[in-house]
């Protein structure tokens, strides 16, 4: 075993001695889909996207095509991946009765397909869409279907580049047709919150509810760039619970950290769940 193996072992072992006997909630980030096949956006060697604001979308029709021409063909690679066994390690703490669930700052799904039950999405979901106008929700695979129907030209190569964050660059967006609600007419938006959005009130008071009843926190594959990630770090050290934080590289909650552990998400969780899940 070299020095650097050595030490990244006594440090799960640190970590592991910390959660003993101690029901943990999980706050996960876009770290624990990679292996997963879904780009971090943050992470090393991440492309710079410039992420469509909330006030953009609903103000121009144009920018609503182009948005809605991009996130459908990311919308593929999304529903192709699968969970990966940090999603099911997860899973395996809140069976073993060992979480009170998680929380992720992801909109892919795959904690709820891995087997979490108690799993608060706090900036919603790719797979539902929602008519602003109504609130009727659609299932995305139908939307996807009437999509791809509506614009078969988008199945030629050369006119959409797939960028390495799920979103996509459409040669001509104007060309893009986007159904209105059936119901009313209304304009369709993914379940997730965009930029400029905040994160529902009782959403959040669920993610808060898992915190509130565990006795650690760990946050996953998280950079807590974003406020909602930090505001959940920040509760559990007000209440001075335990926090161990894994990310490759800083995040923002480093300083309020009991553990901060630079490693890989999925290997790391499936090295403490060996620890702590009695078999």
Known sequence: ?????????????????????????????????TDSGIPDYRGDGAPRRTPMTIEQFLADEV???RYWAGSHRGWKMFDAAAPNDGHRVIAQFESAGLS???????????????????????HGTLHRVVCLSCGQVYKR???????????????????????PDGDADVADPS?????????????????VVFFGEVVPT??????????????????????????SGIRIVEIARRRNLPIVIINR?????DSRATIKLDAG????????????IRR
């Open 141 to 163: 695979h139908d939307l996807a279907r009437t999509l791809d129907e509506l614009n078969p030209w988008l199945e030629n190569p050369d006119a959409v580049e797939i960028n």
């Open 100 to 122: 009170t669930g998680v929380i992720t700052q992801n909109v892919d799904s795959l904690h709820g397909q891995a087997g979490s039950r108690r799993h608060v999405e706090l």
């Open 202 to 227: 009782a959403t959040f008071r669920l993610a808060a509810g898992l915190v509130a009843q565990a006795d650690a926190l760990v946050v996953a594959g998280s950079s807590l760039v974003v406020n």
């Open 1 to 33: 075993m070299t020095a650097t193996n050595a030490r990244e072992t006594r440090r799960i072992d640190e970590a592991a001695d910390l959660l003993t006997d101690r029901r943990i909630a999980f706050l996960t980030g876009a770290g624990v889909s």
């Open 175 to 191: 060309r893009f047709v986007v159904p209105g609600c059936e119901l009313c007419g209304g304009i369709l938006k993914p379940e």
């Open 249 to 253: 590289g800083d995040t923002k909650g």
């Open 265 to 276: 998400t999925t290997t790391t969780l499936a090295a403490l769940a060996g620890r702590l």
């Open 63 to 65: 920018a609503r095509k």
